[in-house]
Structures are given as structure tokens and as C-alpha cells.
């Protein structure tokens, strides 16, 4: 009487279906489908297997891994620049627009916010007016103030154009941040602030001492989701400086570097197969990063139950 | 899903068929968006009166994701019927993976030179793939009004060149000349390609080049680039980040005396510039040496060899190649100068003057596009970095060729003899 065969939960499986089946249709397949076109090379329109050739190319042959390189030291400066500038203004912007006197707040969070739902081919091309030399307004104001000689084709010079993009995407994105730590900053229940305010623990070192550390996972995502964003990105450089990211590939970050190899420019055809190996070498670079974040830093922060 | 969708379609087509007595559409990939109106109003609506029953639709893309664009459109089958077809290896490719049909033996074909059809064909000769529309050629034009102001001639050799450039930025009253280096391709295109035949000596140059009895190090391919090297001080402030529509605005409305062009722009510039304009060809560098022109075959049109429309599709393109085409054409749009035998009169005075150096100059080609351009690296992109490299005094120009020479030897065997 109580031999029952442990039932198959059939509804589990039908509930699942839907997503499992369009996941791996469009994310799973594609995916290993690349990593694999990446092992191929082909010769004569003939499709021949090549194994790691072409990534045995692409970071030890100088003419590919010379472009591999400067496209990926260029990448780090573009997230070091995200790290360094982004969140921390972000965090300010959110810790100050926690403080209970400031008033407008909805009004200011909005304006932070709207650069990001912009597009990056809006954002792209009203930087590069601004910043022209001919019609922008950047001179002119900088002249205004007495400061013209401050003025660069910033976009133009090999030293200024990298950062220069990565401050416009700072610009851009900043509201991401500042509405994720603004959301932490809220859930701090008033007991913990007001008991730290016995103690003598206020204003700033309120901050320092009970809030950043509350905090701390909410940065932890942050640095996560810009580490990924950054090294998967694109559009804003194609938009500004185009696929050649000028001047003189000092722009030239993986995504670009992957949109050339793959489509070809101009003159040069495109090679799915070296663009695969680049697409592999990315998703190999975010692999490893968000792993050395997962088990290295993750794991080791401290949550706290209210 | 598929299937029902393209039943669907075929079912719909099927439905119009009946309606309409078998019209045809055909669809015209190009990356001339500037032309869609020129299409629209004038080309289509000629051949659609002398064809009743063919519909033409062109369908552009933007010029540097055009490439890109129709490579993967061939590959997933979603290609317009006619193609229009860059110079070269692009459309060679395309010929090779069988994308594009032969049409060595399209009625109308002997219409052109040899030359004209060496750009669409394979390296053998054997096979004709597109149809040669236009070829556009390299000079300066300048604002006349500007140099009426103060007093100056269109120079013929370099050493009056750089004496009317001192001469307007002495004025102050113009920018010299509207070129910047944030697009990079303008400093090769109008810079390199522009004044280099005059050095490396046409055609000669070229297939020396080609041949490999000529490196990108010898003298007559340096030399363009120590010329480039002079041009910074000439720009105006800021050409770092000038992009190629800022060159335009600054001519058109204007502010810049020289503009270094190609011959596409005329259309455009009468369009937007209310003074008058005039053309000088590329400076000699010596009184008395004979002149080369870059006057590039740029533009065709093939067959996709996919379409389900070919018949009507080839009678598009035997008109393609008449010589009444070639009348609309030119003249619809100054500055694209037929590759058709049959002589066609020009109306607009600056595409005269540009066409009348054919008469006195020698025509070649941009040097990267033949053969040139197959390997990686990509001797035109690279060309393009160089030259702005070297307006810009990041690179010298003996760095600049060197650079340019090793990229080529890396892979293109008649070179690896200077390989280093």
C-alpha cells in the first residue's frame, strides 16, 4: 500500500521547457557554436580545422597580437577609469541624495538618471559636437571662463581620446550605480544610525563607519556589472570614432577590435573565424574575472541580517 | 513557422502576380545614400518607362557598414537582386564564393575598356562580374571667391602650392585648407592618393609596386608622405578631431579657401556652397613634369547570382551599360564620370574641369586597391593611419613607409625581399 513509485513531476519539467528551450536556442547554442567556429580557419572558401591556430595568432603573431594587446590594455584603462570615476560618484551622488535634508530629491535622481536611458548613438554624437573644435561648445565656454588655452581636440590626440570616451560613458552610466547604492542606502534601518548617533557616531563617520560597510555587497554587484559592461563594450566608441577607433587605434578597445576582424573595414574582408577566437578570448576574459570575483571576493564579504 | 511565413509570402506574391501581369521588383543594393533621391527621381523612372513590367527599389546602406552589411546579407540569402559592386577584391570575393554571376557575356559589356572593366574582373581576365558605372578623380577644389580676394592663381607645381598656402594663412581671413585626420581615410584618400601619382608616376608606380620592383620605402613612395608632413600647420585648429563632414561644412560655408576633394563631391558642394567653385589638379612637384591623376574606377553593378529576378535583372543591367545610362548618370550626378566608351557631354563646369585632366594627365588608380589589399594587415587601413600619423608628426614619413613596407612584405610574396 505505501510502495509508491516516487512520481516523475512532469509539471516541473513542462514549466521549465519555455525558457530552458529558447535559452538554449538563442544563448547556449550560439555560443558554443562560436567557441567552436573558433578552432576553424578557412582556405580557398574551403572551411578547413585549424585547432588553436588561430588563438596561437591571435596573441602571439605579432601582427594580430600587437592589435589583441593595445585593444586590451586599452579596455583595462577604459574600466579602470570606470572604477575610479564612476562609482565613487556614484555612491557620493547616492549618499547624498540619502541625507534626510537634502529637498528635490525625485528631481535630481531622475536627472542622474537620464543620460542612461539615452542612446549611445545620441550620446556619441552629441559628446563629439560638443567637444568639436569647429562647432563646439566646449571651446567657447572654456574661453568664456579665460581658460581657452586648457582646450584640446581631445577626441583628435592619441594621449586624451580613450579617456576622454571613458568619461563620456562615465557621464552616461553614472545614474546605474548611484540608484543601486541609493536603493542599499534605504533598506539601513534608522535604529542602526540612531544607535551609532548614542555612541557618538554621526554625519561623515556615520558613513565611513556603519553605512559603507552595509553597503558593501551593493558596490560588490556595482564593480561586477561595470567590469562586464566595460569589457563587452562597443557602441559608444563605434558611434564617436568609428569601427577604426582612431586616432590610431588609441580607441581601439576588444569590442571594436572583434567588429573589424569579424565584418572586415573597408578594403579588408571580414574573418569570422579570427572574430571568433576574439568573441572566445572575451567571454575567456569576463569568465575569469567574474570568477575571481565570485570565489575571491564574494565569498568573503560579510552580510548582515536586520 | 518558417514555412508558413514563407508560404505566406509566396502566396501573397503569387496573388500580386495575378493582379499586376507579372511585375517584377528588383532591389539595388548600394552604399551611395547620398544618391537615393538621384535614383528615385531620375535613373529608376527612365529605365521603369522603357521597361514597363520592372520595378526598381534601391535599397542603400551607410557607405562604411556596407561592406559588412551585404556580406552578410549574400550569406543569409536576404540580398538584393543587383549589387552594387566596390572595386577589387570586395566584389572579387564576392565572384569567388559565387555570389555574384559572371557577366562576361551581358550585351552591352564591350561597351567599356579594358581598364574600366579591371576592377570587376578576375585576376586572369577571364570573367567580367559588374557592370562599370563611374570612376571619381582626385584634385582640389577652391573657392574662387577667396582667391580673387587676395590675389591668387590655382598653382601647377608643389613650390606655388605652399606659396598660396602661406599667402591665405598669412591673410588669416580663410583656414588654408579643410582637411582633418579624425576620419583618417580623408588624409590618405585626398592627401596620399591624391597628390602620390605624381611621384610614383602613374600607372608605371603602380604596377612596379604590384610587380615588386618598387618598395613603399623608394623615394617615389616617401616622397607623398613628406609632402603630408608640411599640410599640419595649413589645417585648421583642431583637425585632430575634425571628422570628413566638418571638412565639408568648412568649405561649403566658406571658411576654408583649398578643399583636397574628390571629384564625389561636386554634387554636394553645388548643393551647398553659395560661392563659386573652380579645380586645380594635383601639383607637379617640378615645373614642367608630366601629371598623373587618381582617376579611380569606383563604382559598379553586378548581378546577385542568388536572384529568383535574374532575367529581369540582366535586362536592368544591359541598360546599366548603354550609353543613354551613361548620360543620366554623369549628368544626374557631376563628379561620377562614366566608364562608358560613347562620349558624354557634361553640363556642370567643375565635373568639365575635372574630366579635361583626363585629356592632359595620365590616369591611374589608388595603388592599394589592386591585389594590394588582400592580407592582413590591410595595406589601405593601414595607409589611412599612416598618412594622419604623418600630417599629424606622430609618425616621420620614412617611419611611416617603413611600417607600411614590413606590414605588405609580412605577406605578399613579390615583397618579402625587403622584408627586414
Known amino acids: 500500500m505505501s510502495d509508491r513509485k516516487p512520481r516523475i513531476r512532469w509539471h516541473i519539467v513542462v514549466f521549465l521547457a519555455p525558457a530552458v528551450a529558447v535559452y538554449s536556442a538563442f544563448m547556449v547554442f550560439p555560443l558554443f557554436n562560436t567557441l567552436r567556429l573558433a578552432l576553424y580557419t578557412e582556405v580557398d572558401n574551403v572551411r578547413q580545422f585549424a585547432g588553436l591556430e588561430n588563438f596561437r595568432r591571435l596573441f602571439f603573431d605579432p601582427l594580430w597580437a600587437d592589435a589583441f594587446w593595445n585593444a586590451l590594455g586599452n579596455n583595462v584603462w577604459f574600466f579602470v577609469i570606470h572604477m575610479l570615476v564612476q562609482n565613487p560618484i556614484g555612491i557620493l551622488l547616492a549618499a547624498i541624495l540619502s541625507h534626510p535634508a537634502i529637498r528635490f530629491v525625485s528631481f535630481y535622481r531622475s536627472v542622474f538618471f537620464i543620460p542612461t536611458i539615452l542612446s549611445f548613438v545620441i550620446v556619441g554624437f552629441a559628446w563629439k559636437l560638443i567637444l568639436s573644435p569647429i562647432w563646439g561648445i566646449a571651446p567657447a565656454l572654456l574661453d568664456a571662463v579665460g581658460l581657452k588655452s586648457l582646450y584640446a581636440p581631445w577626441l583628435g590626440k592619441e594621449e586624451y581620446a580613450l579617456t576622454t570616451l571613458a568619461l563620456v560613458s562615465v557621464w552616461q552610466f553614472v545614474g546605474i550605480p548611484m540608484m543601486l547604492i541609493y536603493a542599499a542606502l534605504l533598506t539601513i534601518p534608522d535604529e542602526i544610525l540612531e544607535a551609532g548617533e548614542i555612541d557618538g557616531i554621526t554625519g561623515w563617520s556615520a558613513f565611513w563607519k556603519i553605512k559603507l560597510p552595509l553597503i558593501l555587497p551593493a558596490i560588490g554587484i556595482i564593480s561586477i556589472l561595470t567590469f562586464v559592461g566595460n569589457f563587452n563594450a562597443f557602441d559608444l566608441i563605434y558611434a564617436a570614432q568609428g569601427a577604426l577607433a582612431g586616432p590610431n587605434f588609441s580607441t581601439d578597445i576588444l569590442g571594436t577590435f572583434l567588429y573589424r576582424t569579424f565584418f572586415g573595414f573597408q578594403l579588408q574582408l571580414g574573418d569570422p573565424h579570427m572574430g571568433a577566437a576574439i568573441a572566445t578570448a572575451m567571454f575567456g576574459i569576463i569568465l575569469v574575472g567574474v570568477c575571481i570575483y565570485l570565489f575571491g571576493i564574494q565569498t568573503r564579504l560579510r552580510r548582515y541580517q536586520f | ?420
Not at chain 2, 513557422?1 to 539595388?28: D, F, H, N, P, R
Not at chain 2, 535614383?39 to 514597363?52: C, G, L
Not at chain 2, 605624381?198 to 607623398?224: F, S
Not at chain 2, 583626363?358 to 589601405?380: A, D, F, V
Open chain 2, 1 to 420: 513557422m518558417k514555412l508558413g511565413l514563407t508560404g505566406g509570402l509566396l502566396a501573397s506574391t503569387l496573388l500580386a502576380g495575378a493582379a499586376g501581369a507579372q511585375e517584377v521588383t528588383l532591389t539595388i543594393e548600394s552604399w551611395r545614400n547620398d544618391d537615393l533621391q538621384l535614383w528615385q527621381e531620375k535613373i529608376i523612372p527612365a529605365f521603369e518607362a522603357s521597361h514597363p513590367g520592372i520595378k526598381v527599389v534601391f535599397a542603400p546602406t551607410a557607405p562604411t557598414e556596407y561592406n559588412a552589411a551585404l556580406n552578410s546579407k549574400l550569406d543569409a540569402g536576404s540580398a538584393g537582386d543587383l549589387i552594387t559592386c566596390r572595386p577589387f577584391d570586395a566584389s572579387l570575393s564576392l565572384y569567388e564564393a559565387g555570389h555574384l554571376a559572371d557577366l562576361s557575356d551581358l550585351p552591352g559589356m564591350e561597351n567599356f575598356s579594358d581598364v574600366a572593366k579591371s576592377a570587376w574582373q578576375t585576376d586572369d581576365g577571364s570573367a567580367t562580374f559588374c557592370v562599370p558605372m563611374a570612376s571619381v578623380i582626385h584634385g582640389f577644389i577652391y573657392n574662387k571667391d577667396a582667391f580673387e580676394e587676395l590675389g591668387l592663381t590655382p598653382p601647377a607645381t608643389m613650390d606655388e602650392f605652399y606659396a598660396v598656402l602661406d599667402r591665405i594663412l598669412e591673410d588669416g581671413s580663410y583656414i588654408p585648407m579643410a582637411m582633418g585626420t579624425a576620419d583618417q581615410w580623408e588624409a590618405a584618400t585626398m592627401g596620399y592618393q591624391n597628390i602620390g601619382p605624381n611621384y610614383w608616376k602613374g600607372e608605371e608606380g603602380r604596377r612596379a609596386l604590384i610587380a615588386g620592383d618598387q618598395g613603399l620605402t623608394d623615394e617615389p613612395w616617401v616622397a607623398p608622405f613628406r609632402e603630408l608632413a608640411k599640410w599640419g600647420k595649413y589645417l585648421g585648429d583642431g583637425y585632430e578631431a575634425q571628422t570628413y563632414p566638418d571638412s565639408q561644412n568648412l568649405f561649403t560655408l566658406g571658411r576654408a579657401a583649398i578643399y583636397p576633394a574628390g571629384s564625389w563631391e561636386i554634387s554636394g558642394f553645388n548643393a551647398q556652397a553659395d560661392f563659386e567653385m573652380g579645380a586645380f589638379p594635383p601639383p607637379v612637384p617640378a615645373a614642367g613634369d608630366e601629371c598623373y591623376i587618381s582617376d579611380h574606377t569606383d563604382i559598379a553593378i553586378g548581378l546577385n547570382a542568388a536572384s529568383p529576378n535574374a532575367e529581369a535583372a540582366r535586362r536592368f543591367l544591359e541598360w546599366v551599360a548603354t550609353p543613354e545610362f551613361a548620360q543620366i548618370y554623369a549628368n544626374a550626378l557631376p563628379g561620377f564620370f562614366s566608364l562608358n566608351s560613347a562620349p558624354v557631354e557634361l553640363s556642370d563646369p567643375l565635373a568639365q574641369e575635372f574630366v579635361s585632366w583626363r585629356e592632359k594627365c595620365h590616369s591611374t588608380i589608388r595603388s592599394t586597391y589592386q591585389i594590394l589589399s588582400r592580407g592582413t594587415p590591410n595595406l589601405e587601413t593601414e595607409t589611412w593611419t599612416a598618412s594622419a600619423n604623418v600630417i599629424k608628426g606622430v609618425e616621420t614619413p620614412e617611419e611611416a613607409a617603413e611600417r607600411l613596407e614590413q606590414g605588405l612584405a609580412s605577406w605578399y610574396p613579390p615583397h618579402f625581399k625587403y622584408r627586414k
